[in-house]
């Protein structure tokens, strides 16, 4: 075999190999933000949505994992796949049955979890110092301990829309730095044809 055989594709050729696809990057993030401001209409309805789409998952996950337990059987750790699974497949067919409780339930989690990683971040930042750097790392902790804060002093009230909003936002920022990067590689294109011609 030759050395080109060997070589491993580097990002460079990775994406150099994505510059003629640039318009399906455009067309996706579009697509993305048309769902952005449709869900946006309706932050309930988007909670909702939302719901069901992490119970669907959890309830095939979970069917996934027992199939698993089986298939393991006679091997340690047998009975914990198998009891996982059947755990995580009721889960999803608790959020299935009841989107609105599931919804709000899962609005304090992400409260919960928002105060936990901020505390874990501020904790880091401070162990960072002198580094440059260390600040800012403690005031992004400081601000999503606020923001998990807020959440769970408006629960139960903002479990009714607070997933759909996080869906919206996701939904945004995402179609946004899709369609940047379709453009960079509209860009890339170009002067890549540019190259070429003058060549």
Request: charged share 10%; aromatic share 10%; net charge positive.
């Amino acid at each position: 075999m030759t050395d080109a055989a060997n070589e491993r594709p580097t990002l460079g050729t990775a994406i150099h190999a994505l510059t003629n696809k640039w318009g399906w990057f455009i067309a996706l993030g579009i697509a993305e933000l048309v769902l952005g401001g449709i869900a946006s209409t309706n932050l309930m309805a988007a909670s909702l949505a939302s719901a069901l789409v992490i119970g669907a998952m959890m309830f095939v996950a979970g069917l996934i994992q027992i199939v698993h337990g089986f298939s393991a059987r006679g091997l340690r750790g047998f009975l914990f796949w198998l009891l996982g699974g059947i755990v995580y497949a009721a889960a999803g067919c608790i959020i299935l049955y009841d989107p609105v409780l599931a919804s709000i339930t899962l609005s304090l989690t992400a409260g919960v979890f928002l105060v936990a990683a901020g505390l874990m971040r501020v904790w880091a930042g401070f162990h960072m110092r002198p580094a440059a750097g260390w600040a800012w790392i403690v005031a992004a902790g400081a601000l999503t301990v606020c923001v998990g804060g807020l959440v769970i002093a408006a629960w139960p009230g903002i479990g009714l829309w607070f997933l759909g909003a996080m869906l919206v936002v996701d939904l945004i920022f995402q179609g946004w730095s899709l369609i940047a990067f379709g453009l960079g590689l509209k860009a890339r294109a170009s002067r890549h044809q540019g190259k070429t011609a003058t060549a």
